[in-house]
């Protein structure tokens, strides 16, 4: 296989929610790793342990990542529970330190499992998924901003004060921020009402951050990846009937689920100069199942 252009090469990517190899995360750092990217890994392999997939070999997530670095490229790794905010802090500084900036964020992670319908909800299920999928995403977008604001000496500004733009933002090399979100606006998730609701904040908010980091050069875009089989929809771990998942698949436009490098390949080709016209927008990269 040739070698692909390293449209990356010379920057950072902070990924976060890469625990596994079945995942989006891994699959969406190796695809910035092979086009020249160097790559630090959040991942808190507690949450996986929960799950009826479970967790997997760290070391060899970290393996698999390497295998694909560019040139000069490196990569690195952290766990931290995003849930608190000195982690949050914390990660962002240790993958900082890896090669003296951050250039590119990709908050993958997220909470699933242990949720439930409307008459389900309590304070403690609703605020548990929105630490871990919301607040957490929203703390480490604007650590990743600050990096970039710029403070004339003597400046008060107050809480929502629109932030100067000191020259045009470059669109083929401005930062750029990724979020994830479920394809909530698309039809119902029931039984989910939690994730459901803590995912929609961020697409619903997407326009607004977007506007606002624009400001300070940097271009933000929410993704919808679709149902992509991490695992859960294998038939050993999975908790949905089998048959009723069998006539989905079935009937989906190209008769498989979604795979990791789908929605990788769409953040890959986003964070390169190519994909930089797009801005405040969220995607969806769900293979026509949303047409069905």
Request: proline share 7%; with cysteine.
């Amino acid at each position: 296989m040739p070698i692909r252009d390293q449209t990356l090469a010379g920057r950072t990517a902070l990924v976060t929610g890469v625990s596994r190899r079945k995942g989006i995360g891994y699959g969406i750092a190796r695809e910035l790793a092979d086009l020249g990217a160097s790559v630090f890994l959040h991942h808190y392999s507690p949450h996986d342990a929960d799950q009826p997939w479970g967790a997997d070999d760290l070391d060899a997530v970290l393996a698999g990542l390497r295998t694909v670095l560019r040139g000069d490229a490196v990569s690195g790794a952290a766990g931290a529970d995003l849930r608190d905010p000195v982690q949050v802090d914390k990660l962002f500084d240790d993958a900082r330190a890896l090669t003296g900036s951050v250039d590119l964020l990709v908050c993958n992670h997220a909470r699933s499992g242990g949720d439930g319908s409307i008459l389900d909800m309590s304070p403690t299920a609703l605020d548990a998924f929105w630490e871990t999928n919301t607040r957490s995403t929203i703390l480490l977008t604007r650590r990743f901003a600050q990096q970039f604001q710029a403070v004339l000496p003597g400046t008060v500004t107050r809480p929502g004060e629109r932030q100067p733009r000191t020259a045009p933002a470059n669109p083929t090399t401005a930062p750029k921020v990724f979020w994830m979100t479920s394809g909530q606006q698309h039809g119902p998730m029931r039984g989910e009402v939690a994730y459901a609701a803590s995912k929609a904040a961020l697409a619903g908010v997407t326009a607004t951050v977007a506007a606002e980091l624009l400001d300070l050069g940097i271009v933000l875009n929410t993704v919808n990846p679709g149902p992509v089989n991490t695992g859960y929809l294998d038939p050993e771990p999975t908790d949905r009937p089998l048959e009723e998942l069998e006539a989905l698949k079935a009937a989906t436009p190209f008769g498989r689920w979604g795979e990791p490098a789908d929605p990788a390949r769409l953040i890959g080709w986003l964070a390169g100069p190519a994909g930089s016209w797009v801005v405040g927008q969220v995607l969806t990269t769900d293979g026509g199942f949303g047409l069905q």
